[in-house]
């Protein structure tokens, strides 16, 4: 059967990540906050914040303003936005994708609802993609074989005949498993080249 449904991972693939390690350690570096402690806290909450069960107003009290700082919640909040980048590169192949008209377009995430919302609109997949599965909207996170299950219920879509791109090896384990077809991200131009191998065959728009 021919490939008719691709699934795009946002962050790493698509642009930078939500908020992961590095952009933690650059906000304690810019806000003059303990790393570890940040650190700890956050871990004790990530699954909470990015499976939808907390806001990132929470979030942000349960992990930073624990004591007075500095700074305010919304100048944490605008510097964790801004961390977001798009790679354009990568945003192209998967516009040349969805117009070819060949395969139904979702992306997928492990990001906090309100920052899923941001990015998407931020990166303006909004014209690309049919279908937004971020962990906080489905309550489950990858690489949980339930996020990719749940992605499969949600789009009618069937493994066979689903791509599933990632920059994390983890991310591609539950769903090779499950009969997807796999594409480990590592450039733009080695994705559009492994999109071609798999039968899809589409141009590449300028502009």
């Not at 490939?3 to 795009?8: D, E, Q």
């Not at 992961?20 to 940040?38: N, S, T, W």
């Not at 689903?162 to 499950?178: C, G, H, K, S, Y």
Request: glycine share 6%; charged share 25%.
């Amino acid at each position: 059967m021919a490939i008719n449904h691709a699934f795009f991972d946002i962050g790493g693939v698509l642009g930078t990540n939500g908020w992961d390690r590095y952009q933690r350690k650059e906000a304690a570096e810019k806000f003059g906050i303990d790393l570890e402690d940040y650190t700890l806290r956050h871990s004790e909450v990530v699954s909470a914040f990015e499976e939808g069960s907390m806001s990132i107003d929470q979030y942000l009290d349960a992990t930073i303003f624990t004591r007075p700082r500095s700074f305010t919640p919304d100048d944490f909040r605008q510097f964790m936005y801004a961390c977001s980048k798009p790679w354009p590169d990568s945003i192209a192949v998967a516009r040349d994708l969805a117009q070819s008209g060949l395969v139904r377009m979702s992306t997928t995430s492990n990001e906090a609802d309100e920052l899923s919302r941001y990015r998407i609109r931020l990166f303006g997949l909004t014209q690309i993609f049919d279908t937004f599965l971020a962990s906080s909207w489905i309550g489950v996170r990858k690489p949980a074989a339930m996020f990719y299950e749940r992605a499969l219920a949600i789009t009618a879509a069937r493994p066979e005949d689903t791509v599933f791109i990632d920059d994390r090896p983890e991310n591609l384990v539950a769903p090779t498993a499950l009969g997807f077809h796999v594409i480990h991200f590592e450039s733009a131009g080695q994705l559009r080249h492994e999109l071609h191998a798999l039968g899809l065959e589409f141009t590449s728009h300028k502009g």
